[in-house]
């Protein structure tokens, strides 16, 4: 048994990590928020990345929000017998804390989607009143164009 027993030269094993540490020249000291390069454009405290805007995941995200929006607060428990009888203890031990803040989220959860869901139909709306806007703008300028012309 001692003859498989490896011994470990801690201390090998730390120089050679400090040697990799120097190697990649990293320095000890904490850099600030500001120093560290960052390939996102941060906006108002929001990543900005090359995202576009698509109807069609907004929707999917939308109705995929109003899916998971509601929390269940009992999930079969897996596991042996004892691990489950613990578990289901414990629950019940802590439901009359954790169920009142699961109720909390879920109002939370049902209420971001609904704004997120009026924010959409608000956004359709513009969408259609801008188009409209456009026609009439394209028909006052050939009225215009029409009006100089005489």
Do not use: W
Request: overall charge negative; hydrophobic content about 35%; glycine content about 4%.
């Amino acid at each position: 048994m001692s003859d498989k027993i490896q011994t470990v030269d801690v201390e090998k094993i730390m120089e050679e990590i400090r040697k990799n540490i120097e190697a990649r020249g990293v320095s000890e000291e904490v850099l600030g928020f500001n120093e560290v390069d960052s390939s996102t454009e941060i906006r108002n405290g929001i990543p900005v990345d090359e995202m576009i805007y698509d109807e069609n995941d907004l929707n999917q995200y939308i109705q995929y929000a109003r899916a998971a929006h509601n929390i269940p607060y009992y999930e079969p428990i897996q596991g042996g017998k004892l691990k489950v009888f613990v578990k289901r203890v414990m629950r019940k031990l802590m439901a009359f804390q954790m169920q009142p803040l699961r109720d909390r989220q879920n109002h939370f959860n049902y209420n971001s989607i609904q704004c997120i869901r009026q924010i959409a139909v608000h956004m359709a709306e513009l969408e259609d009143a801008l188009i409209q806007k456009e026609e009439i703008i394209e028909e006052l300028q050939t009225r215009i164009e029409v009006l100089e012309n005489k």
